[in-house]
């Protein structure tokens, strides 16, 4: 909880929920962290979708004409299984009509290549999706319910299924199947199209091996982080398309400034990539430029604790290529303890010597520090709000000031995020331009964003009401996302709905998003929201609501009753100001636009 130490003059600290968060009980992990293979032919994270003699078989390699994928991949990949996929339907005793067609048509080497994406409905797995779309394979994805994400695959013209069925990897005939399939994390190994897939020998690859193969022929920049990597990307990515940049580029969320959502298809060498480290997800990546905004424990599912987080970590820095740039948060005690790898007993695998985060010459990578402390290459001074609703700061380059930075998004986070994309632009583009061209260029498109959907997103307003939505889900993304909104709104009454995200986070952090929400006025608690996970772990929302005592607070399990009692409540006095804030990764985000609906009903505004 490092970031939470960090002293601002402009902005109040919160020592109390920095000094809670360090010390946390150990969890049974779920997930096996020393069996995870890291064959370049397997999922970095999980193993257990692929068949072995497949494995010991297949070679892929993605070739490039004008840095354009040709369907090569599937192309190797379908004739070195041809002979594994016969051999498994022999064994499967298949029925008659698959041992007929015994998938031969993949002969025709003139037919167009078939992906089918399990899980297409997340953001990460409906980008690679539509990227498949772009590189002219056929493509069909299925998922439990619709999301946001689909509507653009389903313009692109991706045959979309809602629920996993065996009918949804096979034609309506039953005579052509998929030539491989891509599962996303949140995908269990008991998926009935998995299962199926694997039974008459179609390849299943997981998400980190798909991009894996995506990004290995480019400058890969990979962000990476347990918070602000979604924003950072997306800033990143913006940044660098405004500046003539022609990237691709993938983030987790939806950008409102990028045609594609969360997407960015070019043909360029440059590629940023949102990296996620659940699932050990990057471990697969090979980039050029590594961005660590912050580590901490999260992901309480899959990692035991926050030792088993910075592990993931480390090897992920492994990953960094010869010659390239590691650019950290020098300010988060999380980040910099990555880079003490005498006292881990560990160093990066194209190292000579002992890094530091004052080394900026390290054998095999450099490294460069961003934060407000000065003692970093980069560094804010006198953050101050701005007439914007966002923030200015003075930026330096060791010690020296360069510029005036101005934001439109708030918060001392979205400082720190801004500082990682000047720190990695500089580094990308310097042979190119000279520094102050590029921070003068940098300064104009850092003005112009104005952030990503589900990241302080303002619903609208009516009377006295200002209604914003947050993904915000972890106690540190909450004190940020609180802290921002004090700074937009000092002077009104700030009313948060809180929906819990997963019962293990609520259950190993409950105490951590007491003391965050305390900086509310008046907060709700909905019910847990749950996914990938079998029930409730002796925690609720109900008993979270009573712990939160440094502000008032109360138990509504229903978004829908939700609305009404908020509704109830704004409508006594319309003209008062107040903002209305909804947190969470789950669904609450629903409650903004059903709540400012109501309100206009009530009220009789059009």
Not at 22 to 36: D, G, I, L
Not at 39 to 57: A, G, I
Request: some cysteine.
């Amino acid at each position: 909880m490092t970031l939470l130490a960090i002293k601002y003059t402009e902005f109040k600290p919160c020592p109390s929920l920095s000094a809670t968060f360090t010390a946390k009980k150990k969890k049974e992990n779920q997930c096996s962290t020393k069996n995870m293979s890291t064959s370049p032919l397997t999922s970095v994270s999980d193993s257990r979708y692929f068949q072995p003699n497949f494995l010991e078989k297949v070679k892929i390699k993605v070739h490039l004409t004008g840095l354009r994928y040709k369907n090569t991949v599937l192309e190797k990949c379908i004739l070195a299984s041809k002979k594994n996929r016969r051999i498994s339907l022999l064994k499967t005793r298949a029925t008659k009509r698959e041992q007929h067609c015994n998938i031969e048509h993949l002969k025709d080497r003139n037919q167009q290549n078939w992906v089918h994406f399990v899980g297409v409905g997340g953001c990460g797995l409906s980008a690679l999706a539509l990227i498949a779309v772009k590189q002219g394979f056929e493509v069909s994805g299925s998922d439990i319910q619709w999301s946001s994400f689909m509507d653009g695959l389903q313009q692109a013209g991706v045959r979309l299924h809602i629920g996993h069925s065996t009918l949804n990897i096979q034609s309506e005939n039953g005579s052509r199947f998929p030539n491989c399939i891509v599962v996303s994390s949140a995908i269990s190994e008991d998926n009935a199209e998995v299962l199926h897939a694997k039974s008459i020998g179609i390849p299943v690859y997981k998400r980190d091996y798909w991009l894996a193969k995506l990004t290995e022929n480019h400058t890969l920049i990979a962000v990476s982080g347990t918070h602000g990597k979604s924003t950072t990307s997306a800033l990143l990515a913006y940044v660098l398309k405004a500046m003539g940049d022609d990237l691709m580029a993938v983030v987790g969320a939806s950008m409102p400034q990028f045609p594609g959502g969360n997407v960015i298809w070019g043909d360029g060498p440059h590629f940023v990539l949102e990296a996620d480290e659940y699932d050990g997800c990057f471990l697969g990546l090979s980039p050029y430029i590594a961005v660590v905004t912050n580590v901490e424990w999260e992901h309480v599912d899959f990692f035991q604790d926050e030792e088993a987080v910075k592990t993931f970590f480390r090897r992920f820095l492994k990953r960094i290529r010869v010659g390239g740039h590691l650019i950290i948060c020098g300010d988060d005690v999380g980040a910099h303890s990555l880079l003490d790898y005498t006292s881990e007993g560990s160093k990066p695998e194209h190292a000579s010597g002992t890094m530091s985060v004052t080394s900026s010459d390290v054998d095999g990578y450099n490294i460069i520090t961003y934060g407000i402390s000065s003692t970093n290459e980069w560094h804010a001074s006198s953050i101050c709000p701005n007439s914007k609703g966002g923030t200015d700061y003075v930026l330096y380059h060791k010690g020296q000031p360069l510029a005036n930075i101005s934001l439109q998004i708030p918060g001392a986070h979205n400082v720190l995020n801004s500082l990682a994309v000047i720190a990695t632009v500089t580094v990308l583009l310097q042979g190119q331009r000279q520094v102050h061209e590029l921070i003068n260029s940098l300064k104009l498109h850092l003005l112009d964003f104005i952030g990503l959907s589900r990241c302080f997103e303002r619903i609208g307003k009516i009377h006295g009401c200002d209604i914003y939505d947050d993904y915000a889900h972890h106690p540190t993304e909450v004190y940020f996302v609180l802290q921002a909104a004090r700074q937009r709104f000092p002077s009104m009454r700030l009313v948060v709905v809180f929906q819990p995200h997963t019962y293990s986070r609520l259950a190993v952090l409950k105490d951590d998003f007491a003391v965050a929400l305390s900086h509310a006025d008046h907060v709700v608690v909905t019910a847990v929201y749950s996914v990938r996970e079998a029930g409730p772990r002796n925690v609720c929302g109900k008993d979270f609501a009573t712990s939160i005592i440094s502000s008032t607070s109360e138990y509504i399990p229903s978004l829908d009753d939700v609305v009404d009692k908020l509704a109830l409540e704004i409508c006594k006095d319309p003209l008062r100001e107040i903002v209305i804030l909804t947190l969470g990764a789950g669904d609450v985000n629903t409650v903004g636009p059903k709540l400012l609906h109501e309100l206009q009903k009530r009220l009789c505004i059009a």
